[in-house]
């Protein structure tokens, strides 16, 4: 199995290439990191920008680290993104996806994606700008993929949100979606399952399961996003905390059951930033042991505070 860290934990805090790389390295043992555009903004200029994904990407290879796939972080989340209620937003959401494209490449990875966007109240609640939402949604992603394709990437990843008025949000809406792509798009595009969305009871009910997502959707996941959660909130917790109730072990059981263990995991922990940075190191640290255990079945001595 594929285990992994997404470095949304190293925001505003270990942001110079050469000082994540060695933590998630010597500190965290790991060698697949999912980057984060929080670290690398795609709007920067291109002058700017190249200099520093060189150094991420030299970084990473010193170091024996993978980037699988490079995605959207907190800041663009702000956004409606391409499903902004007017043509001027969703044109601007698609040139930040194009020029993170770019980034993604530059950096080494093969995949890139993240959330699509959202729907304005105004809109979702109008049911024929709703569908047009969607329809433009479609049109923007058939637009995107020949441009991650010239840019060297092999997917496009879409994360499946626990948000109605955000696309798409159900199992049946992922199935119609990507259906509705087919014989549109220049590479793959699969979808990345988040277990603190999929178990979002306050949506989803309290018997959502996750054999529910893995056994429909199946091949169409193109990778996981782990986080400690109670369930009714989109917690990104880590471990121990004893506010979530996340089994990790009973997760990895049903990944191996619908025979998803080649899809690659990440740990996606997100600290309010003014939280000390050595209690957000500890906690990364025992949620990565956590993780390495009860997912990867890893034989792991407990580690020592900070």
């Not at 795609?42 to 994904?53: D, F, G, S």
């Given at each position: 199995m594929k285990f992994g860290v997404n470095?949304?934990?190293t925001i505003k805090r270990w942001v110079e290439p050469e000082v994540w790389a060695e933590l998630v390295r010597e500190k965290l043992g790991l060698n697949l990191v999912q980057f984060t555009y929080d670290l690398l903004d795609?709007?920067?200029?291109?002058?700017?920008?190249?200099?520093?994904?060189a150094r991420v990407r030299a970084a990473a290879r010193e170091w024996g680290i993978e980037i699988e796939s490079a995605f959207s972080g907190l800041a663009n989340y702000c956004f409606d993104g391409l499903l902004h209620p007017e043509v001027e937003g969703r044109r601007a959401s698609l040139e930040w996806w194009k020029r993170a494209f770019d980034v993604a490449?530059?950096?080494g990875a093969k995949a890139s994606g993240g959330p699509l966007g959202?729907?304005?109240l105004k809109d979702a609640s109008d049911p024929r700008r709703c569908e047009q939402r969607y329809r433009d949604l479609l049109d923007a992603v058939a637009e995107l993929t020949p441009a991650a394709k010239a840019a060297g990437l092999e997917r496009l990843q879409v994360e499946c949100t626990p948000l109605a008025r955000e696309i798409p949000h159900t199992v049946e809406q992922s199935h119609q979606f990507l259906k509705d792509l087919e014989g549109r798009c220049a590479i793959p595009v699969k979808l990345l399952v988040d277990i603190g969305h999929a178990l979002y009871q306050p949506l989803y009910g309290p018997e959502a399961r996750m054999p529910e997502w893995l056994n429909r959707l199946g091949r169409a996941i193109g990778a996981f996003h782990l986080q400690n959660t109670d369930f009714q909130s989109d917690s990104h917790w880590g471990w121990p905390d004893?506010?979530?109730?996340f089994d990790v072990a009973r997760f990895a059981r049903e990944v191996k059951e619908a025979d998803l263990d080649d899809v690659p995991a990440f740990l996606e922990i997100i600290y309010p930033f003014e939280l000390a940075d050595e209690l957000v190191l500890n906690?990364?640290?025992?949620?990565?042991?956590?993780c390495r255990r009860e997912y990867m079945g890893e034989i792991i001595a407990e580690t020592q505070p900070v």
């Open positions: 470095l949304s934990f795609p709007r920067w200029p291109e002058t700017l920008r190249r200099p520093m994904a490449a530059e950096v959202g729907m304005s004893p506010r979530g109730i906690s990364i640290t025992s949620s990565v042991m956590h």
